[in-house]
Protein backbone atom coordinates (compact mmCIF):
# COMPACT_ATOMS: atom_id res chain seq x y z
CA UNK A 1 0.00 0.00 0.00
CA UNK A 2 3.16 2.42 0.86
CA UNK A 3 4.85 1.60 -2.59
CA UNK A 4 1.37 2.42 -4.32
CA UNK A 5 1.24 5.69 -2.11
CA UNK A 6 4.31 6.43 -3.04
CA UNK A 7 4.07 5.53 -7.26
CA UNK A 8 0.89 8.00 -7.28
CA UNK A 9 2.24 10.58 -5.32
CA UNK A 10 5.62 10.65 -8.31
CA UNK A 11 2.84 9.95 -10.86
CA UNK A 12 0.39 13.29 -9.11
CA UNK A 13 3.96 15.57 -9.31
CA UNK A 14 5.10 14.55 -12.56
CA UNK A 15 2.02 15.68 -14.07
CA UNK A 16 1.12 18.79 -11.53
CA UNK A 17 4.74 19.84 -10.91
CA UNK A 18 4.84 22.82 -12.85
CA UNK A 19 1.53 23.28 -13.12
CA UNK A 20 1.68 24.41 -9.50
CA UNK A 21 5.48 26.33 -9.75
CA UNK A 22 5.41 29.99 -9.06
CA UNK A 23 7.70 30.47 -12.13
CA UNK A 24 6.23 27.99 -14.76
CA UNK A 25 6.11 29.59 -18.29
CA UNK A 26 3.00 26.87 -18.24
CA UNK A 27 2.27 27.02 -14.15
CA UNK A 28 -1.35 28.08 -13.07
CA UNK A 29 -0.10 31.26 -11.61
CA UNK A 30 0.97 32.43 -15.30
CA UNK A 31 -2.39 31.07 -17.06
CA UNK A 32 -4.35 32.91 -14.43
CA UNK A 33 -2.84 35.89 -14.58
CA UNK A 34 -2.47 35.73 -18.37
CA UNK A 35 -6.82 35.35 -18.05
CA UNK A 36 -7.40 38.38 -15.73
CA UNK A 37 -4.85 40.42 -18.60
CA UNK A 38 -7.39 39.13 -20.99
CA UNK A 39 -10.50 40.83 -18.90
CA UNK A 40 -9.38 44.04 -20.06
CA UNK A 41 -8.83 43.27 -23.22
CA UNK A 42 -12.47 41.85 -23.03
CA UNK A 43 -13.53 45.08 -21.93
CA UNK A 44 -11.62 47.05 -24.51
CA UNK A 45 -12.60 45.48 -27.43
CA UNK A 46 -16.52 44.80 -26.48
CA UNK A 47 -17.20 47.80 -24.09
CA UNK A 48 -17.11 49.15 -20.75
CA UNK A 49 -21.50 49.03 -20.73
CA UNK A 50 -22.09 45.15 -21.17
CA UNK A 51 -19.14 44.05 -19.00
CA UNK A 52 -19.14 42.20 -16.35
CA UNK A 53 -17.35 39.17 -14.61
CA UNK A 54 -19.79 36.55 -15.42
CA UNK A 55 -20.05 37.91 -19.42
CA UNK A 56 -16.69 37.61 -19.17
CA UNK A 57 -15.82 33.69 -17.78
CA UNK A 58 -18.86 33.08 -20.01
CA UNK A 59 -16.84 34.61 -23.19
CA UNK A 60 -13.10 33.03 -22.02
CA UNK A 61 -14.38 29.51 -21.26
CA UNK A 62 -16.67 28.23 -23.71
CA UNK A 63 -18.25 25.04 -23.79
CA UNK A 64 -17.26 24.02 -27.16
CA UNK A 65 -13.73 24.95 -26.60
CA UNK A 66 -12.99 23.31 -23.20
CA UNK A 67 -14.98 20.18 -23.78
CA UNK A 68 -14.33 19.80 -27.60
CA UNK A 69 -12.55 16.74 -29.30
CA UNK A 70 -9.22 19.14 -29.86
CA UNK A 71 -9.19 20.10 -25.51
CA UNK A 72 -9.35 16.30 -25.02
CA UNK A 73 -6.03 15.66 -27.29
CA UNK A 74 -4.41 18.21 -26.26
CA UNK A 75 -4.69 17.13 -22.68
CA UNK A 76 -3.78 13.58 -23.65
CA UNK A 77 -0.71 15.01 -25.33
CA UNK A 78 0.10 16.87 -22.31
CA UNK A 79 -0.04 13.41 -20.06
CA UNK A 80 2.18 11.95 -22.46
CA UNK A 81 4.35 14.70 -22.32
CA UNK A 82 5.23 14.85 -18.55
CA UNK A 83 5.38 11.42 -17.87
CA UNK A 84 7.39 10.49 -20.67
CA UNK A 85 9.34 13.76 -22.58
CA UNK A 86 11.11 15.09 -19.56
CA UNK A 87 14.42 13.49 -21.62
CA UNK A 88 13.35 15.41 -24.28
CA UNK A 89 14.20 18.80 -22.06
CA UNK A 90 17.35 17.25 -20.13
CA UNK A 91 18.29 16.33 -23.77
CA UNK A 92 18.30 20.30 -24.56
CA UNK A 93 20.02 21.51 -22.00
CA UNK A 94 23.02 18.80 -21.86
CA UNK A 95 23.36 19.05 -25.86
CA UNK A 96 23.80 22.44 -25.75
CA UNK A 97 26.22 22.66 -22.50
CA UNK A 98 28.20 19.89 -24.21
CA UNK A 99 28.25 21.33 -27.32
CA UNK A 100 29.18 24.72 -25.73
CA UNK A 101 32.60 22.72 -23.48
CA UNK A 102 33.57 21.30 -26.68
CA UNK A 103 33.73 25.07 -27.92
CA UNK A 104 35.29 26.20 -24.87
CA UNK A 105 37.49 23.31 -24.64
CA UNK A 106 38.68 23.79 -28.14
CA UNK A 107 39.23 27.97 -27.49
CA UNK A 108 41.65 26.82 -24.67
CA UNK A 109 43.58 24.51 -27.14
CA UNK A 110 44.02 26.69 -29.77
CA UNK A 111 44.42 30.46 -27.86
CA UNK A 112 45.69 28.63 -24.03
CA UNK A 113 43.68 29.17 -21.10
CA UNK A 114 43.20 32.81 -19.78
CA UNK A 115 42.23 33.67 -16.09
CA UNK A 116 38.29 34.07 -16.43
CA UNK A 117 37.10 37.31 -16.64
CA UNK A 118 34.56 38.51 -14.12
CA UNK A 119 31.86 40.74 -14.31
CA UNK A 120 29.35 42.41 -12.38
CA UNK A 121 25.21 42.29 -12.65
CA UNK A 122 25.42 44.76 -15.67
CA UNK A 123 27.69 42.28 -17.48
CA UNK A 124 26.11 38.87 -16.57
CA UNK A 125 22.31 41.15 -17.74
CA UNK A 126 23.72 41.24 -21.31
CA UNK A 127 24.98 37.90 -21.91
CA UNK A 128 21.70 36.68 -20.54
CA UNK A 129 19.55 39.07 -23.02
CA UNK A 130 22.46 37.57 -26.23
CA UNK A 131 21.22 34.32 -24.89
CA UNK A 132 17.59 34.89 -24.44
CA UNK A 133 17.80 35.93 -28.03
CA UNK A 134 20.48 33.36 -28.89
CA UNK A 135 17.70 30.83 -28.10
CA UNK A 136 14.37 32.70 -29.21
CA UNK A 137 16.59 32.71 -32.82
CA UNK A 138 16.37 29.00 -32.77
CA UNK A 139 13.02 28.67 -31.49
CA UNK A 140 12.21 30.40 -34.67
CA UNK A 141 14.17 29.12 -36.90
CA UNK A 142 12.74 25.82 -35.77
CA UNK A 143 9.18 27.04 -36.37
CA UNK A 144 10.08 28.14 -39.87
CA UNK A 145 11.60 25.32 -40.71
CA UNK A 146 9.09 22.98 -39.51
CA UNK A 147 6.46 24.53 -42.22
CA UNK A 148 8.61 25.38 -45.05
CA UNK A 149 10.38 21.77 -45.08
CA UNK A 150 7.67 19.50 -46.18
CA UNK A 151 8.81 16.42 -44.11
CA UNK A 152 9.16 18.62 -40.88
CA UNK A 153 6.05 19.80 -41.63
CA UNK A 154 4.16 16.38 -41.38
CA UNK A 155 5.27 16.62 -37.18
CA UNK A 156 4.15 20.45 -36.63
CA UNK A 157 1.20 19.30 -38.19
CA UNK A 158 -0.25 18.10 -34.30
CA UNK A 159 0.39 21.46 -33.60
CA UNK A 160 -1.50 23.07 -36.49
CA UNK A 161 -4.17 20.12 -36.35
CA UNK A 162 -5.79 22.34 -33.10
CA UNK A 163 -9.38 23.27 -34.30
CA UNK A 164 -10.04 25.13 -30.81
CA UNK A 165 -7.37 27.07 -28.76
CA UNK A 166 -6.62 26.70 -25.29
CA UNK A 167 -3.38 26.52 -22.94
CA UNK A 168 -2.71 23.57 -23.43
CA UNK A 169 -2.24 23.71 -27.02
CA UNK A 170 1.06 25.14 -25.96
CA UNK A 171 1.96 21.77 -25.51
CA UNK A 172 0.43 20.12 -28.30
CA UNK A 173 3.89 19.30 -30.00
CA UNK A 174 5.55 15.84 -31.71
CA UNK A 175 8.82 14.85 -30.28
CA UNK A 176 10.15 15.15 -33.46
CA UNK A 177 9.52 18.38 -33.41
CA UNK A 178 11.52 19.34 -30.22
CA UNK A 179 14.09 17.03 -31.14
CA UNK A 180 14.24 19.25 -33.89
CA UNK A 181 14.72 22.32 -31.49
CA UNK A 182 17.64 20.69 -29.86
CA UNK A 183 19.29 20.36 -33.13
CA UNK A 184 19.06 24.24 -34.08
CA UNK A 185 19.73 24.92 -30.33
CA UNK A 186 23.26 23.18 -30.67
CA UNK A 187 23.88 26.10 -33.65
CA UNK A 188 22.44 29.38 -32.17
CA UNK A 189 23.74 28.79 -28.60
CA UNK A 190 25.46 26.49 -28.21
CA UNK A 191 28.80 28.81 -29.65
CA UNK A 192 27.88 31.58 -27.25
CA UNK A 193 27.30 29.62 -24.51
CA UNK A 194 30.58 28.19 -25.61
CA UNK A 195 32.67 31.60 -26.04
CA UNK A 196 30.53 32.92 -23.00
CA UNK A 197 32.20 29.82 -20.33
CA UNK A 198 35.94 30.08 -22.23
CA UNK A 199 35.99 34.07 -21.08
CA UNK A 200 33.60 33.96 -17.97
CA UNK A 201 34.24 30.65 -16.97
CA UNK A 202 32.18 27.29 -15.88
CA UNK A 203 30.96 29.44 -12.39
CA UNK A 204 29.18 31.84 -14.88
CA UNK A 205 26.79 28.76 -16.57
CA UNK A 206 24.12 28.62 -13.39
CA UNK A 207 23.62 32.43 -12.47
CA UNK A 208 23.11 32.87 -16.27
CA UNK A 209 20.81 30.18 -17.26
CA UNK A 210 18.76 30.79 -14.60
CA UNK A 211 18.50 34.56 -15.43
CA UNK A 212 18.12 33.42 -19.35
CA UNK A 213 14.49 31.31 -17.49
CA UNK A 214 13.35 34.50 -15.49
CA UNK A 215 13.42 36.27 -18.72
CA UNK A 216 11.27 33.55 -20.30
CA UNK A 217 8.99 33.70 -16.92
CA UNK A 218 8.40 37.26 -17.43
CA UNK A 219 7.00 37.21 -20.71
CA UNK A 220 5.00 34.07 -19.64
CA UNK A 221 3.37 36.95 -17.32
CA UNK A 222 2.91 39.32 -20.04
CA UNK A 223 0.16 37.31 -20.88
CA UNK A 224 1.64 35.15 -23.07
CA UNK A 225 -0.72 32.01 -22.59
CA UNK A 226 -3.71 33.80 -24.01
CA UNK A 227 -1.62 33.28 -27.24
CA UNK A 228 -3.54 29.66 -27.40
CA UNK A 229 -7.08 31.34 -27.03
CA UNK A 230 -9.44 33.10 -28.74
CA UNK A 231 -8.90 36.17 -26.33
CA UNK A 232 -7.64 38.73 -29.14
CA UNK A 233 -4.85 41.03 -27.56
CA UNK A 234 -2.64 42.79 -29.61
CA UNK A 235 -0.06 45.08 -28.25
CA UNK A 236 -0.19 47.72 -31.34
CA UNK A 237 1.22 48.29 -34.38
CA UNK A 238 4.95 49.45 -32.25
CA UNK A 239 4.91 46.55 -29.74
CA UNK A 240 4.07 44.22 -31.93
CA UNK A 241 7.39 44.60 -34.06
CA UNK A 242 9.16 43.85 -30.61
CA UNK A 243 7.38 40.92 -28.81
CA UNK A 244 4.76 38.28 -30.01
CA UNK A 245 1.52 39.04 -29.12
CA UNK A 246 -1.57 36.92 -28.55
CA UNK A 247 -3.10 38.64 -31.42
CA UNK A 248 -0.29 37.59 -33.72
CA UNK A 249 -0.13 34.14 -32.91
CA UNK A 250 -3.51 33.79 -33.15
CA UNK A 251 -3.49 35.10 -36.69
CA UNK A 252 0.00 31.86 -36.69
CA UNK A 253 -3.07 29.54 -36.38
CA UNK A 254 -5.83 30.59 -38.49
CA UNK A 255 -6.80 28.72 -41.77
CA UNK A 256 -7.27 31.71 -43.62
CA UNK A 257 -4.65 31.64 -46.86
CA UNK A 258 -3.05 35.28 -46.25
CA UNK A 259 -2.05 34.43 -42.49
CA UNK A 260 0.15 31.15 -43.97
CA UNK A 261 3.75 31.18 -42.78
CA UNK A 262 3.29 34.18 -40.88
CA UNK A 263 4.56 35.34 -37.39
CA UNK A 264 6.89 32.42 -36.40
CA UNK A 265 8.34 34.03 -33.21
CA UNK A 266 8.01 32.37 -29.73
CA UNK A 267 9.21 35.44 -27.65
CA UNK A 268 10.40 38.45 -29.65
CA UNK A 269 8.76 39.31 -32.75
CA UNK A 270 11.41 40.99 -34.38
CA UNK A 271 12.64 37.35 -36.62
CA UNK A 272 9.55 38.17 -37.93
CA UNK A 273 9.99 41.69 -38.62
CA UNK A 274 13.46 41.41 -40.02
CA UNK A 275 13.19 38.22 -42.36
CA UNK A 276 9.83 39.22 -44.01
CA UNK A 277 7.14 36.97 -41.72
CA UNK A 278 5.25 39.38 -39.58
CA UNK A 279 1.74 40.16 -40.06
CA UNK A 280 0.45 42.96 -38.83
CA UNK A 281 -3.61 43.12 -38.22
CA UNK A 282 -5.30 46.41 -38.42
CA UNK A 283 -7.90 45.80 -36.26
CA UNK A 284 -9.49 42.72 -34.54
CA UNK A 285 -10.31 39.55 -37.10
CA UNK A 286 -12.08 36.73 -36.77
CA UNK A 287 -10.59 33.88 -36.82
CA UNK A 288 -10.71 29.81 -37.60
CA UNK A 289 -8.16 27.82 -36.51
CA UNK A 290 -6.94 24.25 -37.87
CA UNK A 291 -4.88 23.07 -40.85
CA UNK A 292 -6.51 24.49 -44.09
CA UNK A 293 -6.06 22.20 -46.63
CA UNK A 294 -7.39 19.12 -44.34
CA UNK A 295 -11.18 18.88 -43.87
CA UNK A 296 -10.80 15.93 -42.18
CA UNK A 297 -9.09 15.96 -38.31
CA UNK A 298 -5.69 13.81 -38.75
CA UNK A 299 -5.22 13.59 -35.27
CA UNK A 300 -8.74 12.53 -32.99
CA UNK A 301 -6.64 10.78 -30.21
CA UNK A 302 -2.77 10.51 -28.79
CA UNK A 303 -2.03 7.50 -30.78
CA UNK A 304 -2.92 8.95 -34.52
CA UNK A 305 -0.92 12.33 -32.63
CA UNK A 306 1.96 10.05 -32.62
CA UNK A 307 2.45 7.70 -35.36
CA UNK A 308 0.24 9.50 -38.28
CA UNK A 309 3.41 12.46 -38.48
CA UNK A 310 5.20 9.87 -39.77
CA UNK A 311 2.89 8.35 -42.01
CA UNK A 312 2.23 11.78 -43.62
CA UNK A 313 6.23 12.16 -43.93
CA UNK A 314 6.88 8.57 -45.22
CA UNK A 315 4.21 9.68 -48.16
CA UNK A 316 6.14 13.52 -48.89
CA UNK A 317 9.03 11.41 -49.42
CA UNK A 318 7.86 8.93 -51.64
CA UNK A 319 6.07 11.31 -53.55
CA UNK A 320 9.34 13.61 -53.91
CA UNK A 321 10.92 10.31 -55.02
CA UNK A 322 7.98 9.55 -57.53
CA UNK A 323 7.91 13.12 -58.97
CA UNK A 324 11.82 13.73 -59.00
CA UNK A 325 13.20 14.20 -63.21
CA UNK A 326 15.77 11.28 -64.26
CA UNK A 327 18.78 12.07 -63.36
CA UNK A 328 21.52 14.16 -66.09
CA UNK A 329 23.97 12.34 -67.89
CA UNK A 330 27.52 13.33 -66.11
CA UNK A 331 28.99 13.77 -69.51
CA UNK A 332 27.73 14.67 -72.78
CA UNK A 333 27.02 11.60 -75.26
CA UNK A 334 29.64 10.07 -77.18
CA UNK A 335 28.62 10.88 -80.93
CA UNK A 336 28.01 8.12 -83.15
CA UNK A 337 30.71 5.81 -84.84
CA UNK A 338 29.37 6.29 -88.52
CA UNK A 339 28.83 2.73 -90.21
CA UNK A 340 31.71 1.32 -92.28
CA UNK A 341 31.14 1.53 -96.31
CA UNK A 342 30.14 -1.25 -98.27
CA UNK A 343 33.51 -3.66 -98.63
CA UNK A 344 35.64 -2.07 -95.93
CA UNK A 345 36.30 -3.86 -92.75
Known amino acids: MTGLTEGTLWLLERIGGTFVSPLARDGLLAIVVSFVIGAFAFRHYFGREGFSIRAYLRYAFPRRVYWSRTCAVDLQIMLFDRLFLPMVWFARVLSV ?12 ATTGS ?94 LLTMVDYGFTLFA ?40 DRNFGEVLAIWDWMLGTHYQPREREELTFGIGDEPVQPHPHLAAALIEPFVYAWRVLRKRRESAPAPQATHPPLPETPAPADGQA
Open 97 to 108: IAVAQMIASGLA
Open 114 to 207: IAPFTGGPITYGLLALMLVLAYDLGTYLTHRLSHQVPVLWAFHRVHHSAEELNPLTLLRKHPVYSVLGVLIDCITVAPLQGLILFAFGATSELP
Open 221 to 260: FMASNLRHTHIWMSWGPVLDKIFVSPALHQIHHSRAERHF
